[in-house]
């Protein structure tokens, strides 16, 4: 049974840092492209990064570029989504997913797709506050 299970949120203050993590069992990670989404209340879910299983090539969107790593952990069969600089609006619930076909490629400029990924995790919730 696939499942992804991530970790990491809390509330940080504006400037701070969160590393989420989403772990994995079931399937194993590397042999998938793994993306990072997020969603309030009222907002279309977006997609903030995504990392390739064939060669690591990551994507980033405009709002987390220079601020957010995407990265794996093969042995521990976890990918990490490291957020720095955060900012209010980066208020939200963050999910991975995973799509259900190995072929699915992380393009450096394309965002991942949401109706493509076939396997969610249940959401971390990340508030950036004073």
């Known amino acids: 049974q696939v499942q992804l299970v991530e970790s990491g949120g809390g509330l940080v203050q504006p400037g701070g840092s969160l590393r989420l993590s989403c772990a994995a069992s079931?399937?194993?990670?590397?042999?998938?492209?793994i993306g990072w989404f997020r969603q309030t209340p009222g907002k279309e879910r977006e997609g903030v990064s995504c990392?390739?299983?064939?060669?690591?090539?990551?994507y980033y969107a405009d709002s987390v570029k220079g601020r957010f790593t995407i990265s794996r952990d093969n042995a521990k069969n976890t990918v990490y989504l490291q957020m720095n600089s955060l900012k209010p609006e980066d208020t939200a619930v963050y999910y991975c997913?995973?799509?259900?076909?190995?072929?699915?490629?992380?393009?450096?400029?394309?965002?991942?797709?949401?109706?493509?990924?076939?396997?969610w995790g249940k959401g971390t919730l990340v508030t950036v506050s004073s």
């Open positions: 079931g399937f194993t990670l590397n042999d998938y492209t």
């Open positions: 997913a995973a799509p259900r076909f190995r072929d699915y490629y992380c393009s450096p400029y394309v965002p991942p797709v949401d109706y493509l990924m076939d396997y």
């Open positions: 990392i390739s299983s064939s060669d690591g090539r990551t």
